[in-house]
């Protein structure tokens, strides 16, 4: 039996924005990572720790500066004009903000639309046939759809972004942190839906969050990001119940008792300080600096991203792997 090939696969990353004076901000800096289709990977981590970028890049709305993207066995990385526009049929965003990213002078129904034209998919009568659809799949009523994103609320508008974003039937969809900027009912809501279109239409995402608790509900796999680089990423059920790298510890940390199902990695962890200079990058760890547990290595020597059991991969000098078990030490 030949394993399915992942429908994302994402190859030594890297997106870095000269800002002048030979200066270069490293926002994302050799990341790699695969996608299995039907499932949900998170990218998590803090402001500024490269995921919403990493994301925005595997879907060419930032130019990467090397590496390679492979979306459904196509390398995507250098398309551009006519064969990248057709490439977007197969990918798709859900928005943060569901207030700015709706064109508040269009009609709700015509902003649901508006790829299928773009795309120029189907007749003019099956483009609406279509919003019908999507309209009713999203829990909205027929008659809302001649009303304008000023009418509803903000859960409301973001399922006409998820409308949007399922028009084209695309294969893989980036969620960047589609819940954030909702209230905590409303974000249950809005996870419900998104999990269920996940199973019945066999939907891929690429989610992004800063929130674990709100990943533990949706995602398949998780993988951490710190200044640009990914620091552990491991299946949802390890990453839970045994996180390694204390970025990750911290990260859990932080997320209130309510929302997670157990804590079995002991005592939280609470970061000092911010992250470094995304410029003018030390040597050693990125993490270091703001690490409880880092030692001199530590400071002068990165490290690599290596596998720490069946499920987990992370980039700690104080993980140690003995008969297969890895362990924080």
């Known amino acids: 039996m030949t394993m399915q090939s992942p429908l994302l696969k994402v190859a030594d990353l890297k997106v870095h924005f000269p800002i002048g004076r030979g200066s270069v901000v490293h926002a994302v800096d050799g990341v790699s990572f695969e996608v299995q289709r039907g499932t949900a990977f998170a990218l998590v981590g803090e402001s500024g720790s ?3 970028t990493t994301a925005m890049a595997c879907v060419r709305l930032a130019e990467p500066t090397s590496g390679q993207i492979l979306l459904d066995g196509q390398d995507i990385t250098a398309l551009s004009g006519a064969r990248l526009r057709e490439s977007r049929r197969q990918m798709q965003v859900i928005f943060q903000d569901p207030y700015a990213s709706l064109n508040p002078r269009e009609r709700v129904a015509s902003i649901v639309r508006r790829p299928l034209e773009l795309m120029q998919i189907g007749t003019a009568a099956q483009r609406q046939a279509r919003v019908d ?9 027929p008659e809302q759809q001649t009303l304008f994103p000023h ?10 972004g998820i409308a949007r974003a399922l028009a084209t039937k695309p294969a893989l969809i980036v969620c960047d942190e589609p819940v954030s900027a909702l209230d905590v009912a409303i974000q249950a809501q809005i996870l419900n839906l998104l999990a269920k279109f996940k199973r019945e ?19 398949d796999e998780v993988a951490v990001m710190y200044l640009g680089r990914i620091v552990e990423r491991a299946s949802r059920k390890a990453l839970f ?12 940390s932080a997320v ?32 270091a600096g703001r690490c409880p547990f880092a030692v001199e290595r530590c400071h002068v020597e990165e490290p690599q991203l290596l596998e720490a059991g069946a ?4 980039a700690c000098h104080r993980v140690a792997v003995h008969n297969g078990i890895a362990e924080f030490n």
């Open 50 to 52: 490269g995921k919403t």
């Open 133 to 141: 659809e999507l309209f009713e799949m999203v829990g909205l009523r």
């Open 151 to 160: 009418q509803f609320s903000g859960g409301q508008r973001q399922r006409i």
């Open 201 to 219: 239409l066999a939907l891929t995402y690429l989610f992004i969050s800063h929130d674990l608790g709100v990943v533990q509900h949706l995602c």
């Open 241 to 252: 119940t045994k996180p390694l790298h204390p970025y990750t510890r911290a990260l859990l």
């Open 256 to 287: 209130p008792s309510a929302r997670l199902t157990a804590r079995p990695w002991g005592e939280p962890i609470k970061l000092q300080g911010e992250p470094p200079d995304p410029i003018n990058l030390a040597a050693g760890c990125r993490f």
């Open 311 to 314: 499920e987990t991969m992370v």
